[in-house]
């Protein structure tokens, strides 16, 4: 059984707020963790309709495509193209108060990749992202 201070590693939690901001920039991954865990939680209070979030992670090189075709695809998807092979993780769209989380393996992050976050709902990703570090 992995220890308390172990599993605390391998998961983290993002904060998205009302102002479209997540309130963490950067979320480091030790290289040690097999399966790292991302909790994110909408602090706001209005809807996923009209200010809804989610995390989404990628080489940073494919953000921006990965945004502009997930507002095609639409909310009932999270604004992400089925089967979207650029996209590492990636949670529903929740709205105020709500929270979900996404696991991923740490194995298909490569230390030479360049990682970015980001929220895929229309508009929101010019500001809401962040950078995910590998660590050892």
């Not at 639409?74 to 989380?101: F, M, N, P, Q, W």
Request: aromatic share 8%; hydrophobic share 35%.
């Amino acid at each position: 059984m992995s220890s308390p201070v172990f599993a605390q590693q391998c998961e983290t939690t993002v904060a998205s707020t009302d102002q479209m901001t997540y309130l963490q920039k950067e979320v480091s991954v030790s290289r040690s963790c097999k399966q790292f865990t991302v909790t994110l939680q909408h602090t706001g209070r209005m809807p996923a309709a009209a200010m809804g979030h989610n995390w989404v992670l990628s080489k940073t090189s494919d953000v921006q495509a990965i945004a502009t075709d997930g507002i095609a695809a639409g909310s009932a998807k999270s604004y992400l193209r089925e089967d979207d092979s650029r996209v590492v993780a990636h949670t529903k769209v929740i709205g105020g108060g709500e929270s979900t989380s996404v696991t991923f393996n740490v194995s298909e992050l490569s230390p030479a990749e360049s990682y970015t976050y980001f929220c895929s709902f229309p508009g929101h990703s010019a500001l809401m992202k962040g950078q995910l570090k590998l660590v050892d």
